[in-house]
């Protein structure tokens, strides 16, 4: 049974970091591409970032990039999330997502609880 579990959440002041670490459990990890999603109060669950197998393949949504960085460490069987320069629109819950398959693709086929991230203003 597979298992992602989120940590790293918080509350943090604008401008501020936090890096959301998830570890995931019940298959071989390096084969399967990972992503990371966010869901505010109010609004749909939203695509942040993924990165596929091998960590060459990077996708990030246009409202994060350059400011947050996903990457994997195939040995740990752990996904992070660095996010830098955080904003009050920011705010939600992350939620851990791994893919079907090594690439990414638009709909993951497991998800974790979710962190809580707060940013004040």
């Known amino acids: 049974q597979v298992q992602l579990v989120e940590s790293g959440g918080g509350l943090v002041q604008a401008g501020g970091s936090l890096r959301l670490s998830c570890a995931a459990s019940?298959?071989?990890?390096?084969?399967?591409?990972m992503g990371w999603f966010r869901q505010a109060p109010g609004k749909e669950r939203e695509f942040v970032a993924a990165?596929?197998?091998?960590?060459?393949?990077?996708f990030y949504a246009d409202s994060v990039k350059g400011r947050f960085t996903i990457s994997r460490d195939n040995a740990r069987d752990t996904v992070y999330l660095q996010m830098n320069s955080l904003k009050p629109e920011d705010t939600g819950v992350y939620y851990c997502?791994?893919?079907?398959?090594?690439?990414?693709?638009?709909?993951?086929?497991?998800w974790g609880q979710g962190t809580q991230v707060t940013v004040s203003s």
């Open positions: 990165i596929d197998w091998t960590s060459l393949y990077l």
């Open positions: 997502a791994q893919a079907s398959m090594t690439f990414w693709t638009t709909t993951p086929e497991y």
């Open positions: 019940g298959r071989t990890f390096s084969n399967y591409a």
